[in-house]
């Protein structure tokens, strides 16, 4: 009996060890996955465990800066280059450096890794290559406004004889800059240049400036005095910080050449033209009667001769 009560004891104390040493295990794992990837406790999936903290390697976890989830697929890269790597579904990246002989020189130098990703401004980080141990960063991307975000109305200015107003030289239209669905962004600059090639007859105010909850209006102005006749085409891109491609916004205008009053100065001159040609038409016919009456004073005046020599008028 009493061995049998020994037996018991002797099993119970191993299972007391054993559970200890496992619950110690587990801390260790938490506690790993923790620090290395901000949160994250479960350790399923994880490439940065405990069998990776002394290799001479670097890594990290990329997050979303405003919701702090792990970015999968992420786009990882380094200077030195190295291999291109892409984040798991917890958003973590592993470089090992031992894989790449070459860079063994720079244990000991600090490494710039950058981070991209779809929708997000890239990022980076300088992690120092340590002999037998990972070092870690962990890298937050910041939502970029994104193409789909900016909305520009109208994207194609038709200027029209309408547009000049009283038939003058300018005419000017405008267009609407606005975010549109973006919780991420609540500002964005934005910038444009009017192409040199445009800029004698094509203007811009404003030409920068922020957007913000309120839309910005930017006038466009054309100058036709300064063209000949015949079709414009001009192309403004439109840039805005964190968007993902540009925007552009077209400026058409088809001149005939007419309707410039006061503008380039030609009707005020074919005015003058006019009133020259009228004056030229008056002096005419008073040359003309300054010629007729010539003729008749010739006329009197041999009359006059004639009759003072007593000889018949002919």
């Known amino acids: 009996m009493k061995r049998m009560i020994s037996m018991f004891a002797v099993a119970f104390l191993a299972g007391a060890v054993l559970g200890c040493e496992a619950n110690v295990n587990s801390k260790n794992t938490e506690g790993t ?5 901000g949160g994250d406790t479960s350790g399923e999936g994880t490439i940065l465990g405990p069998e990776k903290q002394n290799i001479t390697s670097i890594g990290g976890v990329v ?3 405003i919701t702090q989830q792990p970015i999968n697929g992420a786009v990882i890269t380094t200077d030195p280059p190295t291999s291109q790597l892409l984040t798991n579904s917890l958003g973590e990246f592993l470089l090992d450096v031992t894989n790449f002989p070459g ?5 000991g130098v600090s490494m710039r890794v950058s981070a991209t990703a779809n929708g997000y401004l890239p990022n980076q980080a300088n992690l120092t290559v340590t002999e037998n141990k990972l070092t870690t ?8 406004a994104g193409e789909f975000n900016v909305d520009v109305q109208p994207a194609v200015l038709q200027f029209n004889e309408q547009d000049f107003f009283g038939g003058g030289a300018t005419g000017t239209k405008n267009v609407t800059i606005k975010l549109v669905n973006s919780p991420a962004a609540q500002s964005a600059n934005w910038s444009l240049v009017i192409p ?3 800029a004698g007859w094509l203007s811009a105010s404003p030409t920068t400036g922020t957007i913000t909850a309120t839309p910005q209006f930017v006038n466009f102005t054309i100058d036709r005095s300064k063209l000949p006749a015949g079709s414009y085409n001009a192309e403004i891109v439109l840039t805005v910080t964190g968007a993902t491609e540009l925007k552009t916004i077209q400026v058409l205008y088809t001149y005939t050449g007419g309707g410039t009053d006061g503008g380039d100065g030609a009707d ?6 006019g009133a020259a040609d009228a004056t030229d038409a008056t002096d005419g016919a008073a040359d003309a009667t300054d010629a007729t009456d010539g003729a008749a004073d010739a006329t009197d005046a041999t009359d006059a001769t004639d009759a003072t020599d007593g000889t018949p008028p002919a």
């Open 196 to 198: 040199p090639q445009n």
């Open 63 to 65: 997050r979303d800066q």
């Open 137 to 144: 960063a962990q890298m937050l991307l910041t939502p970029s």
């Open 268 to 273: 005020g001159a074919d005015a003058t033209d």
């Open 103 to 107: 860079l063994t020189q720079f244990i």
């Open 33 to 37: 996955a923790s620090d290395t990837s």
